[in-house]
Nanobody, 127 residues
Framework: QVQLVESGGGLVQAGGSLRLSCAAS????????MGWFRQAPGKERDFVAA????????YYADSVKGRFTISRDNAKNTVYLQMGSLKFEDTAVYYC????????????????????WGQGTQVTVSS
């Protein structure tokens, strides 16, 4: 059974930084791409960032490019999202997800490309 557990969310002032973690279990972590999504109150869930199974390729939403960095540690079965220069509009519940197919890194902005999701962690940015 695949499980994804996010952590690291919290309250931070605008301009600050936060690092989210997502610990995975139940499958061969190192063969699947990973992604981060977020959902603000009253809005749909949006893509934030994705990383290939090896960590060699990354992909970001325009809204976070240059401010957020996705990375992974395959030895720890963990993916990270380092968030900097946070803005009020970054406030959301952040979810990690694992790719539906192994060794795939395409169309990863689409939720349909992911097979499993975490429960989410709240990030609140105060202005």
């Amino acid at each position: 059974q695949v499980q994804l557990v996010e952590s690291g969310g919290g309250l931070v002032q605008a301009g600050g930084s936060l690092r989210l973690s997502c610990a995975a279990s139940g499958r061969t972590f190192s063969t699947y791409a990973m992604g981060w999504f977020r959902q603000a109150p009253g809005k749909e869930r949006d893509f934030v960032a994705a990383i290939s199974w090896s960590g060699g390729s990354t992909y970001y939403a325009d809204s976070v490019k240059g401010r957020f960095t996705i990375s992974r540690d395959n030895a720890k079965n963990t993916v990270y999202l380092q968030m900097g220069s946070l803005k009020f509009e970054d406030t959301a519940v952040y979810y990690c997800a694992t790719g539906r197919q192994s060794y795939m890194f395409a169309n990863l902005a689409a939720e349909s490309m992911y097979g499993y999701w975490g429960q989410g962690t709240q990030v609140t940015v105060s202005s």
